[in-house]
């Protein structure tokens, strides 16, 4: 049991270092020159990001380019105006701090928020000591409602009914709901459930101006898709509209990386989505049965026959038969074979030609370990096939999990290894790291299968040990 | 075979097979353009091939016998790190230390701690389990067995594997060469291989046959060459 329990633990320890060097590997090659970066995440450090960036150093920011003026303010009148009220704890109380031309240039570039708001029409606030009284007016009436406690209960609210005075009250905080208003999406069950993602996105959709609706006739699918659509949104931007402070800047400093929005994709299940907007999870299901198919085979024919081989060989009293025999296993176990093959083989001949190639390969691989393991001769090949088990256990699956992949891309064969390399040439971190890990774990099963049908010899103390 | 032939005809035989085909390759590369990408392309594979098994040896061999013989934490450290490289197919950590390394020699090294990890561990097995079977064997620390008894006796009985595993080295080189090429993972101004030759969608017949010839052949020299030093 105890054992059990160290081997589980291992393997899993091992996954999770396999997941980190993968992560690494495909973020490694997509850097390459030449390529263009797919993923969203590019921009963020992969496994530690020092600075993480929130609303605050953002609207700070912004807060002081608009404040200096020139083109630089421009940008930054676009930032904060996205940023919305978010942005308004840090930049409100701030603005008394500025000399009075630089306090109405920020006061004037708020105006866009103020409309989305729903608190001023630009008329109002055209001059620029006009929208600077403005401001100043407003935190010291509305400073109380920027409460994370406060905009809470205004969610939950509107998430139970729809009364439109709960929606006015979340759109007069803008962005600085978000948080809430994404945490209150929940799972969609029920058709209550897609009420409730009606209500809640029509006012995500007013304060970030994204168009993702809801409709009105929306069925439990089509509800879980928007849903899918805002996670995905605030996977991205949600440090954006996020304070980082204490121990969320600590969590920041590894969830702000590129593996740690990949792991939170992962923990949402589905090990998160493809360039092509499906399942990963589901791309594992469909290549899986290919890639077992030929590792199987591969394994179930090819092992045995290697044994048989060897044992003819063994036989065999003439020179010439046994020289022949070496040369044909030596030759056969240059996977490149599967290359030259192709120019002979069809396309419709693809899966049987894999097979084929997959098992004389392994026979021809496994003879020659087992030729050179059991020189003496004294030891029956069975036998030494299962003495040597655990050394061909760790050598055997990288090599023929890469035999998999040859002819999978080769014989355009939809397994594993195929959407494995096609997604780390396009960039599709998701679908690469759910093709590999399960590669991955094929690789790490059949390395402790082999380990554990070693025979161990019941006395020897160096065999316990090891 | 090769317990049939002494050890001087068996190099002079992986000589003459490789003379061969240099002869051949240098005779055919004016030829074409094909055959004489295929020409440079062999200078590659047995350049190549000759340094992952000499970088792969100078890993293997300490790593190895520590692991088997020596303090604990060798042993754990060479399984974790084995579990770790050989839980994915080579092609892609190939295919991924190609577009890393700005040099096909730092690439070639790459491979060759790749491979020498590989052989590292078949070396520790292969050492345990003689170390298992020998009836007069009793569990030493690398520490305390005299060390040339232990190369005489252990190691020189234990190379077999990685013997043959360092016998496909060639092979193994040219086959991820051609899957990463097959697989569009080759960067773009990489030097010219067998890769194209073989993995290309629509290959010529010649020199791909040739290039497939030519590893089988190579892997068939150094197989025959490779002999642990007291096999019987």
Known sequence: MRAAIRRLFGIALTLIAVSVGMFWACASFARRAGNRP????ATLPVFFNPRPVGVRELSTSALHAI???GEPAAAAQISLARLGGAALPYVLPALDSLEPRSRER???????????????TPEELSDGAQAVLFWTRFWQDRAIDFRAASVRHLTSRLAERSIALRREDLIHVDTFALPELIAALGRVDSLDDVARIQRLSSVLTHV?????AC???????DAREVVDTWRAFWDLH?????ALDGPRRLAATFVETQYGKWLAAVLRGGLGRTQSGTQALDLVTQGLATTSFLLFVGLGVGFPLGVAWIRFERQRRKFATRVASAVAGTALAAIPCATFVRCFAGRSAGLSTAICLVTITTAAWVSRHLARSTMSQSVSPIAAAFSVSAPLGATYPPFVLSAIVLVEVIYQLPGLGRTAALSLVSGDVNAWMAASLALASASLLLRHAADLVRPRPASSAIGSRR | MNELLSAKRRLAWAAVAAALLVAIASALAPRSPELH???RGLAFAVLAGLSIMGVAFVVALPLGALAASGPRVFDWALRFLCDLVGSLPTVFVAAVFWAGTSSTLRFVCALGLLRGLEQAWLLRCEIVRLEAEDPESVPHGLGRTPLVAFLRRRMSAALGPLFVSASFSVAWLTALDAAVTQAGLRPPHAQPTWGPLLGAPQPSPLPALLAASSVAWLTVALHALFRPPNAA
Request: charged share 15%; proline share 7%; glycine share 4%.
């Open chain 1, 215 to 221: 409709p009105a006739n929306a069925s439990v699918a």
């Open chain 1, 238 to 242: 949600g440090s954006e509209y996020s």
């Open chain 1, 38 to 41: 797919a993923s969203p995440f």
């Open chain 2, 37 to 39: 990408a295929y020409a």
């Open chain 1, 208 to 212: 970030t101006e994204l168009p993702v």
């Open chain 1, 67 to 69: 404040a200096r003026g």
């Open chain 1, 106 to 120: 920020v006061a004037l570039s708020l105006t866009k928020v103020a409309v989305r708001m729903e608190v001023a």
